[in-house]
């Protein structure tokens, strides 16, 4: 655990009683520059911190207790009724998922014994990619290659501020860049109406520019820019309510760019068959590298939904949406989708971890249901048996894969508070079952 | 805990040993030269007519890190029909071109290894590597971490800073990412793909930073050595499977100046541009100067036909690659100005003439080099097949009459197109020995493992001797121990472990930090002390629920640091 009074990262020096390049676990761009401090009332995000950060850090987590059916129990007695019920289930499944590296670990393997289905409360957003990633791929760039190379950032339909309050502060207005002591100033595009563009401003913020069409037809702005750049454009003299003219010009800024990347959240793209808006996204960034250079960058990923689909994809080779009930993973993007296997009557049990935000709380069902979760998670009714954990980088220490699933980081035990790691729980399961 | 091997067969180059009859002892996990007076023998093995060797390593084999968790999530049909079921013992799995973790470490036990390192790790991805290392139980591991197309090196290099500097830098990342020994994979290609520079010679220079891959590959290959990593620079060199490609593979041999390389999958760079499909081996010109050239180690990256999926840092070379991608998908990257990834799924066929000829130049590298201490079996797993071939490839190369059946069957053209025919070497059990076990841990420093000496960890394989079948031999060991301790029994998983993790720590000036501290703070994403990894991540991550040992950092020992 953090020792506040000596714990200074040897970084600038800290304001007494804070600790500095703290990571933070409550988006998928998991900035690691925050300072934070504690007093008798809590945590305090002293700096570098959004409104996400400040919530989720500051919440205070005290006083919560093991329930069985919303009685309040010792944690021993939660952890056997717990095994009773996953011992007793023919197929558990196991969802939310809102955790770390070790807490996903430590699922899977319990997954994998006791012969459940994992799937992430997020993965429909994340299974945007995925379809593409397993259909076709693409080019890909991350964080800090962007912050330095892009000269072009064109924003996909998609609202980046609202799911990550820092990504234009830490990747496009920074004052520097590797590759030139007065780095330029960069055009910000984007792809839809109405996107919030609030952030966007300061001094390495050129041009921006807006292509004002509906969320739900961007796809069609990004197929004619692929066939523009092909070189067999549509004659329409206008494409999703967009003036021919104003698309011909992006075409002409992106072939002339050195480095336009393409940004997009998945979880943002919420409307039927956004995949294909990956796809065609995908597309255009592979035709405009035939002869120049162009990368995709996929946002979202938060409540630890990275972490989740690595380790699972790296233990059972399958990105989440994996039975374990034969005794084998059995893959199906389909049918193991968790909220669609309730909606349908499957699955017998469910048992949902959400260890960052209050707001992953568990769909309705009728089937009984185990709860990891953070205090004060929202519960319809009181589950078969809960148990509060804490959060990892603020009750207990982790590591978590962040949203460009390259880098990850370490998670800071900050001493918030006394409450177990769900990967201890589970694997308390797990020995036990 | 005393245990004794009785009357094996054993085969131990590190302490020229080749065939003799001989008693091993091991106490507490460590071979004894002979036990303490009065001992009681808890355990012994009648070990008559098998052969016995220490447990084998493969010093290339990518294991871990997000190109292959890629190309795991690329590729879920090729998992498919593959899955393997959990048993009492062992987590639940697939694998097939790209197995997963779990799966990796008990098929290379179950295959007679107990270590193989992961050859490109990223910095800005070292924590996964990691992680995904200790996912996969059973073996040592480590990891080779790339340099030499990141920024802050090729800054440093164009910058003409002070060669002890670059050192430091060296070193730090070593320390930092914990990793045993150093890569470079497409000298400077990495990044001059950022800056769409398509191809990069030997000495083609960086449209950027003007260096060249020479520059790059001289200045690591002197690094290593000043810093006292026992292992050389280990090579991916420029052109990966360009027609033509021996050229700058005999340039960058030539240009060594005497300073040890280890060239990686040579097999994916030796490759001439004549006859009617300008496609054809250049094995034999690579081969007759490596074997003038002592300073220079190799390993092959053996192709075998079927699917697979190449998954390399090499992202300007992997996109050139992508017209040959099978299934039509793929995945490539620029990263972190670090590094970059490919990942593209190949499927090799027989009746190919350009796959045909890939297998043949693979072969005849074997067999044209002569000193089996600076040649490594590998196949690149899973770039050139995934490693369980590698018991069908000890047969190729210790049966000739096999391996003339095997190429009988393939595309005509490529076998008028290689030599392999007229080459009756047959490669011996001593020299198997050799280039599974004893060179690649002389190479990687490994001094307590690869060999059956006093000392030595008790790592040892067990074979039923079957010269008929050399394949089935090394498919399933009577035997595996780690440790001392039994893992398998007839190529079956009885006992899970967690392997060590094996570091190198050259020494440098911790004044380095400040300026390396500066940098992170202006140009990356990442903090400084975020971006190191601890020992203590690594022992944990070894820890899973699930049967298996802590595992521990080992830290092998570097030689002086000159200046
Ligand atoms: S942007 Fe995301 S990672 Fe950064 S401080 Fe806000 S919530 Fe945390
Ligand atoms: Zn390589
Ligand atoms: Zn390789």
Known sequence: ?433 | MLIKFTGGTVYDPLNGVNGEVRDIYAQDGRIVATPPPGARVDAEYALNGRVVMAGAIDPHSHIGGGKVTIGRMLLPEDHQGHEVSRTELMRSGCGHAVPSTMTTGYRYAEMGYTAAFEPAMLPANARQAHLEMGDTPMIDKGAFVMLGNDDFFLRALAGKKDFSFIKDYIAWTMHAAQALAVKIVNPGGISAFKFNQRKMDLDEKHVFYGLTPRDIILTLARGMKELGVPHPIHIHGCNLGVPGSMDSTLATIRGAEGLPLHLTHIQFHSYGTEGDMKFSSGAPQIAELLNQTPNVSIDIGQIMFGQTCTASGDSMRQYGNTKSSNPKKWVVMDIECDNGCGVVPMKYRDKSYVNALQWAIGLELFLLVNDPWRIFLTTDHPNGAPFYYYPHLIRLLMDRTFRNEMLEKLHPGAQAATILKTLNREYSLYEIAIMTRAGPAKSLGLRDRGHLGAGAVADITVYEDNAQDREAMFKTPLFVFKNGEQIVKNGKVVKVVAGATHVVRPDYDKGIEKTLREYFDRYHTVKLDNFRLSDQEIVDSNCGHTGGECGCVIVQPSGPRIS
Not at chain 1, 127 to 133: E, K, S
Not at chain 1, 258 to 267: E, G, K, N
Not at chain 1, 293 to 318: C, D, F, H, T
Request: charged residues 20%; proline residues 7%; neutral net charge.
């Open chain 1, 1 to 433: 655990m953090t020792n506040w009074t000596q714990a200074q990262a040897p970084g600038n020096p800290p304001k007494s009683n804070a600790i500095t390049d703290v990571a933070c676990p409550f988006c998928g761009l998991v900035c690691d520059d925050l300072e934070l401090a504690r007093d008798e009332k809590g945590l305090h995000v002293t700096k570098n911190g959004c409104e996400k950060a400040v919530a989720g850090f500051e919440r205070n987590v005290d006083g919560a207790k093991p329930q069985i059916e919303g009685r309040d129990v010792d944690l021993a007695t939660a952890i056997q009724a717990a095994t009773a019920l996953i011992r007793k289930s023919s197929l558990p499944l196991y969802g939310g998922l809102g955790t770390d590296v070790n807490g996903i670990r430590s699922v899977m393997a319990l997954a994998d014994k006791s012969g459940g289905v994992v799937d992430h409360a997020l993965s429909e957003g994340q299974y945007r990619n995925f379809r593409v990633l397993q259909t076709t791929g693409w080019i890909m760039t991350t964080l800090t290659e962007t912050r330095n190379r892009a000269d072009v950032i064109i924003v996909v339909g998609t609202d980046i501020q609202k799911l990550h309050p820092r990504f234009f502060e830490r990747i496009v207005n920074v004052e520097a860049s590797l590759l030139s002591e007065t780095p330029a100033k960069r055009t910000v595009i984007f792809i839809g109406k109405g996107l919030d563009q609030s952030a966007v401003k300061g001094p390495r913020i050129g041009e921006i520019v807006t292509l004002p069409c509906d969320l739900d037809r961007v796809g069609e702005i990004v197929g004619a820019l692929s066939a523009e750049i092909r070189g067999t454009p549509s004659s329409a003299d206008s494409v999703a309510g967009v003036p021919a003219a104003d698309i011909r010009a992006l075409v002409e800024r992106l072939k002339s760019a050195a480095y336009p990347v393409f940004v997009w959240a998945p979880p943002g793209l919420n409307f039927p068959n956004a995949d294909l808006v990956v796809s065609a996204v995908s597309d255009l960034v592979k035709e405009l590298n035939v002869k120049w250079r162009a990368a995709g960058l996929a946002l979202g990923g938060n409540e630890g939904a990275i972490s989740a689909g690595a380790v699972s994809s790296w233990q059972s080779g399958y990105p989440l949406r994996v039975s374990f009930a034969s005794g084998k993973p059995d893959y199906d993007f389909l049918r193991y989708a968790i909220p669609r296997m309730i909606a349908n009557g499957e699955g017998d049990l469910l048992v949902w971890l959400a260890s960052f935000t209050p707001d992953l709380g568990p769909p309705a069902t009728k089937i009984p249901t185990i709860v990891l979760g953070t205090p004060g998670i929202k519960l319809a009714s009181p589950p078969a048996v809960f148990i509060p954990v804490g959060t990892p980088g603020a009750d207990h220490g982790g590591r978590i894969i962040r949203v460009d699933n390259v880098v990850s980081l370490p998670l800071r035990d900050l001493g918030r508070s006394k409450l177990p790691k769900a990967s201890d729980i589970f694997g308390a399961i797990e020995l036990a079952l």
